[in-house]
C-alpha cells in the first residue's frame, strides 16, 4: 500500500513539474525546452502505460529509477541547465545510466523467458549479457550525441573524443556496480 502511496505521489509531481515546465517555456518562447518538456511528459506517460500493463517488463521500482532519469537528464540537466551549473552533473547521470540499462537488460531477459529458463541459464552467460546490452546502449547513445552535435548545430559533446570516453567509462563503472547486485538479486529470488 505505501508504494502505491509513494508512486501516486511521484507522479503528482512529475505531472505538477512538467505542466509549469511546458507553460513557462511556452510563455517565454523557448521552443526546444518547450519540446523537451513535451518529449519528458509524454515518456513518463508512455512509461507508466508500460507498467501499469506490463509489470514483469517494467516493475515498480524499475518505473521510478526510469521516470526520475527522464527527469534529471532531459527536463533538469538539459531544460533548466544543471549540466552547466552543477559540476559533474553529467558524470553522475552516465554512471546512473549504467545501472539502469543492466536493470532494463535483466528485466527484458525475465520478461521473454520463463522463471525456469533464467534459473538454468549460464551465470556467466547472464553477466556478459547484462554487461554487453549495457556497453551497446551507451555506445549507441554517444552515437547519437554525435550525430545531434554533427546534424542538428548541438553541443553534446562539449568535451569532444574526451567526454565520449569518460561518458562510456562513467556507464562502465556504473554497470560493473550493477551486475554484481542483480546477479545477488536474481539468487535470492530464485532460492525462495
Not at 502505460?49 to 506490463?54: E, R
Not at 546512473?96 to 537488460?105: D, L, R
Not at 533464467?118 to 556497453?135: A, C, D, H, P
Request: aromatic share 14%.
Amino acid at each position: 500500500m505505501n508504494k502505491n502511496i509513494g508512486k501516486k505521489c511521484l507522479n503528482l509531481v512529475l505531472l505538477i513539474a512538467y505542466i509549469f515546465s511546458i507553460v513557462y517555456f511556452f510563455i517565454n518562447k523557448e521552443i526546444v525546452s518547450l519540446s523537451i518538456s513535451i518529449a519528458c511528459l509524454l515518456g513518463t506517460i508512455i512509461l507508466y502505460i508500460v507498467n501499469q500493463k506490463k509489470n514483469k517488463l517494467i516493475d515498480n521500482s524499475l518505473y521510478i529509477v526510469l521516470v526520475l532519469f527522464i527527469l534529471f537528464s532531459s527536463l533538469l540537466g538539459t531544460c533548466y541547465r544543471f549540466y552547466d551549473i552543477i559540476n559533474r552533473y553529467d558524470d553522475f547521470l552516465h554512471v546512473w545510466s549504467g545501472f539502469i540499462s543492466v536493470s532494463v537488460a535483466f528485466a527484458i531477459l525475465n520478461y521473454l523467458n520463463k522463471d525456469e529458463v533464467v534459473i538454468k541459464t549460464s551465470k556467466l552467460f547472464i553477466v556478459i549479457y547484462l554487461f554487453m546490452f549495457s556497453m551497446g546502449v551507451a555506445s549507441l547513445w554517444e552515437i547519437m550525441e554525435f550525430l545531434l552535435d554533427t546534424f542538428c548545430g548541438l553541443n553534446t559533446q562539449a568535451g569532444g573524443l574526451t567526454d565520449t570516453v569518460v561518458d562510456m567509462i562513467d556507464a562502465l563503472v556504473g554497470s560493473i556496480i550493477m551486475v554484481p547486485i542483480i546477479i545477488r538479486k536474481t539468487k535470492s529470488k530464485y532460492k525462495k
